[in-house]
Antibody
């Protein structure tokens, strides 16, 4: 079955950096786009970033553009989120999520998040 | 950005009831609308994609409808385990993907 396991969260000071990882298993990782979504304490879901199956396409929320970088290593079935210049408002649980559509599929919608990890908490505080 | 507006923000219902949650997009998104369920302390779970397609393993008491800008999630024969927050999400535009603010359902 599909498994997504995030790691790398923790407490960091404002202006600091952190790198999140998401280890994927149970599906052909290199066939699917991947997302990061975050949820601030007590708040709703906020999409953060997307990367295409081969890493060639990347999209970001305006709130993180220029500070966060999404990447992937298909040889290791791992997704990453490099975060720099962290702010208090970046405090959240960060989820990685799999895009439902495989690049092999001839039809179907992209950007449907069909499996999610358990999340990793990032706290930005002095 | 495409804004997603959900209503109500919260509701209370009883076991066996039927409830409807509404999601409105700020522009037409065709059928590019998905619904997620999030239970307290857990990750979100995909319920319905492309407006009305039931994700594998999701009970048939969940259904979705709509098109363009107005969409609904309907849950019939409510069960205690349906207590959760429900989010809609548009997948029409990647820049950016947007979620509704959520509807908290108390059983």
């Amino acid at each position: 079955q599909v498994q997504l396991v995030e790691s790398g969260g923790g407490v960091v000071q404002p202006g600091g950096s952190l790198r999140l990882s998401c280890a994927a298993s149970g599906f052909t990782f290199s066939n699917h786009g991947m997302h990061w979504v975050r949820q601030a304490p007590g708040k709703g879901l906020e999409w953060v970033a997307f990367i295409g199956h081969d890493g060639s396409n990347k999209y970001y929320a305006d709130s993180v553009k220029g500070r966060f970088t999404i990447s992937r290593d298909n040889s290791k079935n791992t997704l990453f989120l490099q975060m720099i210049s962290l702010r208090a408002e970046d405090t959240a649980v960060y989820y990685c999520a799999k895009d439902r559509r495989s690049y092999h599929d001839s039809s179907g919608h992209y950007y449907v998040l069909d499996h999610w990890g358990q999340g990793t908490l990032v706290t930005v505080s002095s | 950005d495409i804004q997603m507006t959900q209503s109500p923000s919260s509701l209370s219902a009883s076991v066996g009831d039927r409830v409807t949650i509404t999601c409105r997009a700020s522009q037409s998104i065709s059928s590019y609308l998905n619904w997620y369920q999030q239970k307290a302390g857990k990750a979100p779970k995909l319920l319905i994609y492309a407006t009305s397609s039931l994700q594998s393993g999701v009970p048939s008491r969940f259904s979705g409808s709509g098109s363009g800008t107005d969409f609904t999630l309907t849950i019939t024969s409510l069960q205690p385990e349906d207590s959760a927050t429900y989010y809609c999400q548009q997948s029409y535009s990647i820049s950016p993907i947007t979620f509704g603010h959520g509807t908290r359902l108390e059983i």
